[in-house]
């Protein structure tokens, strides 16, 4: 038990030495730590360019998580709008037809649309027409009185 | 006080050179410092677990502190806690043929089986643990009475020292020593300069 004890003090106090070791560590100025690196038998340049390398790509590959992350969203919300069962008018002139009713139904919607990129709904391709019909119908915006 | 991810990358990115440098370079000296236990990873493995964690919030950055001191801090915590998982997992008890018969003779004949040392895990330590607890307790001695003589046999400032490793907080030493937030201060720069020149001589390769 007493052993025991004793074993636990050292660990905990290796610890606190390794906390004072850190601190020490963090309060090199720029020329100490260089002459340490070198003492060490490393560039410090090198070091350093390792050590960016490695920030970089700690950097790029959360970029990468958040990205793959963000298109698992996308993939799930597109998948959820195909479930649902929409009969959409079958020519590309009717389902325009049916858009430009909606807008026109719907004025508050026509900034969101008519954006930098399409400035015009002829502007938009097929796949973009389905995909905004399908959402607006989701949100049961499709839902109006037709003139 | 918490920062958003965009911000936590934002202040990544901005650190400087030499920050990177001594991040790194702190890794690479507390994973000399955990010997066997770091398994074979590497200084570049903590740093990168340190950015990610912290990117990912498990970490949380509290901006009140420069991201240079919350990777420091990641970084240290990750280590010790590495070393503490890797020496838990890495030895086990061999499995004994007694009680591998133990097993079926119950199964034959059912009966109540009093249990033997051997369904008890030793209380002693593995010879591994115990190689590096006695590694552990020379390097203690010695940088105990490097430190005593660099702050002076029975001076206040190796009495910070000894409770500093004893694991009292900064409030409780001034408390126990009857001394003030400031002078603990200038007790623990002369502690923390000590632990540099410590390190600057490589005294035995202790620290």
């Known amino acids: ?147 | 006080m918490v920062a958003t991810q965009d911000e936590i990358r934002r202040a990544i990115e901005a650190l400087s050179l030499e920050e990177r440098k001594s991040l790194m370079w702190l890794a690479r000296q507390l994973v000399a410092r955990i010997g066997v236990l770091a398994g074979g990873r590497e200084d570049e493995d903590f740093v990168h677990e340190a950015i990610e964690a912290t990117l990912a919030g498990s970490r949380p950055w509290n901006k009140k502190y420069s991201m240079r001191d919350h990777l420091r801090w990641v970084i240290r915590s990750e280590v010790s806690n590495h070393a503490q998982h890797h020496n838990s997992q890495r030895y086990q008890e061999p499995i004994l043929v007694s009680s591998l018969n133990s097993k079926d003779e119950e199964d034959i004949d059912n009966e109540v089986r009093a249990k033997t040392a051997d369904d008890f895990r030793s209380a002693l330590p593995n010879p591994e643990e115990e190689l590096e607890l006695k590694r552990r307790e020379i390097a203690l001695d010695k940088i105990k009475c490097h430190m005593a003589a660099l702050l002076g046999q029975h001076s206040m400032g190796e009495k910070v020292f000894q409770l500093q490793i004893e694991g009292l907080s900064g409030p409780e030493i001034c408390q126990r020593l009857k001394i003030t937030k400031p002078q603990y201060a200038v007790y623990n720069m002369q502690i923390v300069r000590a632990t540099s020149k410590i390190r600057k001589r490589n005294l035995e390769g202790l620290l």
């Open chain 1, 1 to 147: 038990m007493k052993s025991k004890t004793k074993a636990n003090d050292v660990w905990s106090q290796y610890e606190r030495l390794l906390d004072l070791e850190a601190e020490a560590i963090m309060n090199l100025s720029e020329e100490e730590l260089d002459e340490e690196i070198r003492g060490s038998g490393l560039d410090p340049q090198q070091f350093g360019q390792r050590a960016t390398r490695v920030f970089a790509e700690a950097l790029g590959e959360s970029a990468h998580h958040a990205l793959a992350e963000s298109r698992q969203t996308y993939q799930k919300e597109v998948t959820s709008l195909k479930r649902d069962r929409l009969s959409l008018p079958t020519s590309m002139k009717d389902k325009l037809q049916l858009l430009k009713a909606c807008l026109a139904h719907h004025h508050y919607l026509k900034p969101a649309v008519l954006t930098g990129q399409y400035r015009k709904l002829s502007d938009m391709t097929p796949a973009d027409i389905d995909s905004l019909l399908r959402q607006l119908y989701v949100l049961g915006l499709l839902k109006f009185k037709k003139p």
